[in-house]
Structure formats: C-alpha cells, structure tokens
Nanobody, 126 residues
Framework: QVELVESGGGSVQVGGSLRLSCVVP????????MGWFRQAPGTEREGVAA????????LYADSVKGRFTVSQDKIKSLVYLEMNSMKPEDTAMYYC???????????????????WGQGTQVTVSS
C-alpha cells in the first residue's frame, strides 16, 4: 500500500501562484508514474499533469500547459505541482496519484492509478 499526502492548497487571486506537494513513501525504492488530478463539484476528475520519476519525463493537459509545472525532489521524496497565472477555472480539489510503473498508457487518465491522496482544496478568486 502506498499512502500519499498532499499539501499546499489554499486561496489565491487570479494571476497568482501556488505550489502543491505530495509525499511519496519508498520513493527511492521504486519508479512511479505520478499524476496530479483535479475535480470541481459536479465534474469528472481530470488529469492535469504527470511525471515519470525514473526518467523525469513530464506531460500536461492543454488547459494548464505553460502555466503548471510538475517536478520532483528525490531526496525529500516529494513531487510538486507549481501553478502559475492561475485562473478561476483552476478552482478544484487537487489530488496526487501514483502508479508503481515506468510506463502507463494514459498518464492523464485516473483509471491508470492505484494510489491516491486525500486531496487539497485550491480556490482562485477574482
């Protein structure tokens, strides 16, 4: 079992920035595909970014490309989601997810991930 813990959510104004963190246990013992997802009330959970921890390869949803950056700190066993130029439509509960694998077919699909954090709320106000 992999327990993930997110932190860093909060409220920010339009155009502002936030950085989310996700603690990944046993980080150095395994290669993961790490995903960041978000879910607003009444909507499906959508993938916004994913990172392969072994290769450091990252990919993004079109809606956040150029604004969000996913990165890792292997020493601290952390994966980050840096969010800049934030918009009201970024408001959602944000989740990190992990799949112990070097490759998944659809890294932005929630169906690819076995482990999830509890979520952290992000609110962007105008």
């Amino acid at each position: 079992q992999v327990e993930l813990v997110e932190s860093g959510g909060g409220s920010v104004q339009v155009g502002g920035s936030l950085r989310l963190s996700c603690v990944v246990p046993e980080y150095t013992d395994s290669s993961y595909c790490m995903g960041w997802f978000r879910q607003a009330p009444g909507t499906e959970r959508e993938g916004v970014a994913a990172l392969y921890t072994g290769s450091d390869f990252a990919l993004y949803a079109d809606s956040v490309k150029g604004r969000f950056t996913v990165s890792q700190d292997k020493i601290k066993s952390l994966v980050y989601l840096e969010m800049n130029s934030m918009k009201p439509e970024d408001t959602a509960m944000y989740y990190c997810a992990a799949e112990r694998s070097d490759f998944v077919h659809h890294p932005l699909s929630k169906d690819e991930y076995s482990y999830w954090g509890q979520g952290t709320q992000v609110t962007v106000s105008s």
